[in-house]
């Protein structure tokens, strides 16, 4: 397995501090170097290639979506920002996860992960199946098995989510994105702010909600073209 070559675009030291002290924990990730503003990673880009970009998005000089938008083939993107309401931009650019700042390194390892079956994909020139129809949440201590053909939908409620099933309704102590991240995007799409709907159990739907096991669910406005292009 090559390693996955990366770079940190930050400029708040203690935060570069944090994800270069993440990575050196992966053994399938080479950190190249990091960069206080991306005029300085856009120079390194220019005579060096890498697989992945950590990128915040409040920087000096240039924001960190301006400097995505400059690359013609970015590698992957993994977000690292305070500020969750540019996730909608973010994935709209097809970054590859967007953490919540501060994030934990189980949820770092859940991020770059995902750049490491992309990029097996890529190198055995074949593409692999998802096999895996669960997964696990903690509640209340324990860890529950959810088969993703039972969840309904995902609503978010302040410090909580509730996942509503075909059969019982969990609560459990993530965020919305955290949870979106978890999920097979082929399966589940957010369409709100806070709430993530499993597509193959909406009923019928507007402009404006659509209707999944009996409930309506609002489509927020800043998602309407995601959910248009489903």
């Known amino acids: ?32 170097g990091k960069f206080k503003d991306a005029i300085l990673a856009t120079e390194f880009l220019h005579h060096n290639q890498t697989d992945l970009i950590f990128l915040d998005i409040h920087l000096p000089k240039l924001k960190g979506m301006a400097f995505l938008k400059t690359l013609t083939h970015p590698p992957a993107v993994i977000i690292t920002t305070a500020y969750h309401q540019y996730a909608v931009e973010g994935f709209n650019l097809n970054v590859t996860d967007y953490l919540l700042k501060p994030f934990e390194f189980e949820r770092f390892l859940v991020a ?14 074949a593409e692999v199946k998802e096999t895996k129809d669960y997964m696990f949440v903690t509640v209340q201590k324990k860890k529950v098995k959810i088969l993703y053909a039972d969840i309904i939908y995902i609503e978010s409620q302040q410090e909580y989510i509730k996942v509503v099933t075909t059969k019982k309704t969990y609560f459990s102590k993530l ?40 409930i309506s669910i609002p489509i927020g406005r800043s998602f309407r073209t995601i959910f248009k292009n489903l």
């Open 112 to 125: 770059v992960n995902k750049v490491n079956t992309g990029s097996t994909q890529k190198h055995s020139g």
């Open 175 to 214: 965020t919305t994105t955290e949870m979106e991240s978890l999920l097979p995007s082929h399966l589940f799409k957010r369409i709100h702010r806070s709430y993530i709907v499993s597509i193959n159990k909406i009923d019928s739907y507007t402009a404006d909600a659509v209707e999944a096991g009996g």
């Open 1 to 32: 397995m090559p390693d996955i070559k990366c770079i940190i675009v930050e400029d708040e030291p203690l935060a570069a501090k944090v994800l270069a002290d993440y990575i050196s924990q992966v053994p399938f990730l080479k950190l190249q």
